[in-house]
């Protein structure tokens, strides 16, 4: 089955710890995206990378890091500099940016709370 | 600031009726649109999307762009109970191509 997988599903942190947040996917896409959630709010973009070894800031990407080793994995740091970092995080992918629609599919998300 | 707006809802409508839901978009640069499900707790689905003026239909749901008035809708026929989730309007455009999400739309379908 293809798809884009992230774990944890939960994850809880102390005040001062990094931590990461995996994201996998198969579909051969070349583009992925971070997003966070706040309840009742939409998603806001935090890095997205559109090939390996490059990836781009998006809105609020202080206090967040990212890599793009490989094509099919995006992983997220969330570092202790980011104030408010319970949220909801999606990984999305999509097969390119330039032309066509190239829809974003969404993995099923990690629900970050800081204790 | 790129914007997408769509009314925060809750909209409430009887099984079987048609739910329409409304987005506008400030870029006129945006050349595609995006309509996504969101149950609660759940991560967003891809319902549809469109880039041409007009109408889009895949099974019950349609799709519609005016580009003229920066104004998406989508509308769902014979709605269900199991239609009820808040739904995400995205436009993509400008230089790097990235979506913009609206905040979304709660529905209620009352059987």
């Known amino acids: 089955d293809g798809g884009i997988t992230q774990s944890p599903k939960y994850l809880f942190r102390k005040e001062g710890q990094n931590v990461t947040l995996s994201c996998e996917q198969n579909l051969n896409h070349d583009a992925m995206y971070w997003y966070r959630q706040d309840p009742g709010q939409g998603l806001r973009l935090i890095y997205y990378?559109?090939?390996?070894?490059?990836?781009q800031k998006g809105d609020i990407a202080e206090g967040y890091s990212v890599s793009r080793e490989k094509k099919e994995s995006f992983p997220l740091t969330v570092t202790s500099a980011q104030k408010n970092p319970t949220a909801f995080y999606l990984c999305a992918s999509s097969n390119g940016l330039a032309g066509g629609p190239h829809e974003q599919f969404f993995g099923p998300g990690t629900r970050l709370t800081v204790l | 600031q790129k914007e997408v707006e769509q009314n925060s809802g809750p909209l409430s409508v009887p099984e079987g009726a048609i739910a329409s839901l409304n987005c506008t978009y400030s870029d006129r640069g945006s050349q595609s649109f995006f309509w996504y499900r969101q149950y609660s707790g759940k991560s967003p689905e891809l319902i549809m999307f469109i880039y041409s003026n007009g109408d889009k239909e895949d099974g019950r749901f349609t799709a519609q762009l005016n580009k003229a008035s920066q104004y998406v809708s989508l509308l769902i026929r014979d709605s269900q109970p199991s239609d009820s989730a808040t739904y995400l309007c995205?436009?993509?455009?400008?230089?790097?191509?990235?979506?913009?999400f609206g905040k979304g739309t709660k529905l209620s379908v009352k059987p």
């Open positions: 990378s559109q090939i390996v070894n490059d990836f």
């Open positions: 995205a436009a993509r455009g400008g230089s790097q191509g990235n979506l913009i």
